[in-house]
């Protein structure tokens, strides 16, 4: 199973960025999908998910601003990123719970990660 990240970039300070996530494989099926960040000299944290249902959860830093969904027949999820401050610069991850084809296992993957710079 891969996870491939895709539009992170450079983006002014209150600008908007769209990050893609699509997933591919031996997939039966995929539970929680959601991003992690993580700046320079800083955990990964966790910025949002969303279940197979479309529950979401977000961190309190980006609520109100950042906005995760997920295309379930595309395994794909999405991050759209407004009103960008430069302290949300970092890397970002995606991050799946996947149900393996014929195995029935569920396995977490990572993405291999996407530079979002916010410049002020």
């Known amino acids: 199973v891969q996870l491939v990240e895709s539009g992170g970039g450079l983006v002014q300070a209150g600008g908007s960025l769209r990050l893609s996530c699509a997933a591919s494989?031996?997939?039966?099926?995929?539970?929680?999908m959601g991003w992690y960040r993580q700046a320079p000299g800083a955990q990964r944290e966790l910025v949002g998910d969303?279940?197979?249902?479309?529950?979401?959860n977000y961190a309190d830093s980006v609520k109100g601003r950042f906005t995760i969904s997920r295309d379930n027949a595309k395994n794909t999820v999405y991050l759209q990123m407004n009103s960008l401050k430069p302290e949300d610069t970092a890397v970002y991850y995606c991050?799946?719970?996947?149900?393996?084809?014929?195995?029935?296992?569920?396995?977490?993957?990572w993405g291999q990660g996407t530079q979002v710079t916010v410049s002020s």
């Open positions: 969303v279940t197979s249902g479309g529950s979401t």
């Open positions: 494989g031996s997939i039966f099926s995929i539970n929680r």
């Open positions: 991050n799946a719970d996947v149900i393996l084809r014929n195995i029935g296992s569920r396995v977490n993957y």
